[in-house]
Structure formats: C-alpha cells, structure tokens
C-alpha cells in the first residue's frame, strides 16, 4: 500500500488539497502533529470538496508514534535530497511505500534526514525557487510511484458513473 505523511502540516488548504489527491489515489494519509489547524475547520472541507468522506487518514502526536505503527520503506521529499523521483525505485517487495513532507515553513527536521540520506529525494527546479507548493509535491510525487506500478487498481478513463469512457464521442 502507499501512504502520504505530513510531517506539522501548518496550511489547512494544502491539506484540503492533499486529502482530495489521496482519495483519487487510494493512500492513506497520515498527519503527524502540531497541525497548524483544525481538522474540522470549513478551509480543510472546502478544498478536499465532496470527497472527505473518501478518504483514510490517522493523526499521530508525533513521529515517534507514527513509525512505531508503520513499517515500510520511507521516502522523504527535501529541498536537500540529492536523488530525483524518476530515479527511485518505488516498487518495493511486500513493503508500504510511505512519501514523507515537511511542513510548509521548515520542512522535515535535519535529526529526522540525516537518519534516512539513501531516501531523500528531490524534484529537480532551478535555482530560482525554494520549493513547490506542498499540495503540488504530493501529486507529483504521488503519480510518480503510481506510474512505477503502473496505476494498479485506478481507472484510466472517466467512469461510468459520472459522465463515462465515450463521453467526447457523443
């Protein structure tokens, strides 16, 4: 299974953005605290629009406790890693991919990185720019490990139940 982990999560926007992803992904989303604001504020349901209800998230009082309950390999997104996605190996044998990011001010904790340098990635960008929007990261980085496994288990076409496969040909 693949898992996205928001490390203190601080805009409730991007959160909103990124439960909406792991809905059309079928990832669970962990959330490790402080969080930055309520679950239940109208910011978070807004942007995670109609589909909040679809997705599978866990809350953890810290890191400590979120990797004390899952194990797999862990990949940390940082302005700091020196490896592209596209070069990574997100095909694990029987192991939980989990995709980790920082919090929008501070990223991940150096303590944390420093632990784990053979699984922090980059997204190559020029020098023009700290970083990406963290909503934006986690898409990208999302469909890259779906792409590598070849989006098992989601449709490659509009389903039936909304407008269907044919609808550009009516």
Not at 13 to 39: D, K, V
Not at 71 to 93: C, H, S, W
Request: aromatic letters at 10%; one cysteine or more; a negative charge.
């Amino acid at each position: 299974m693949n898992h996205i982990v928001l490390y203190h999560p601080e805009i409730p926007q991007n959160t909103g953005n990124i439960m909406r992803t792991c809905a059309a992904t079928n990832m669970m989303l962990h959330l490790i605290e402080p969080l930055g604001f309520s679950l239940d504020i109208k910011d978070v349901r807004r942007s995670a629009a109609n589909y909040l209800e679809h997705v599978h998230y866990k809350v953890y009082r810290d890191y400590e406790h979120f990797t004390q309950e899952n194990e797999g390999i862990y990949f940390f997104l940082t302005r700091y890693g020196q490896v592209a996605p596209d070069k990574m190996d997100f095909n694990p044998e029987n192991q939980d991919v989990y995709l980790i990011f920082g919090s929008e001010s501070s990223g991940i904790p150096k303590e944390i990185l420093v632990k784990h340098l053979d699984t922090c990635l980059r997204l190559p960008m020029t020098d023009k720019v700290r970083s990406l929007n963290l909503s934006n990261t986690v898409a990208i980085l999302a469909y890259e490990v779906l792409r590598q496994q070849g989006y098992k288990d989601l449709s490659p076409f509009e389903p039936e139940t909304l407008k269907g496969k044919d609808w550009l040909k009516k």
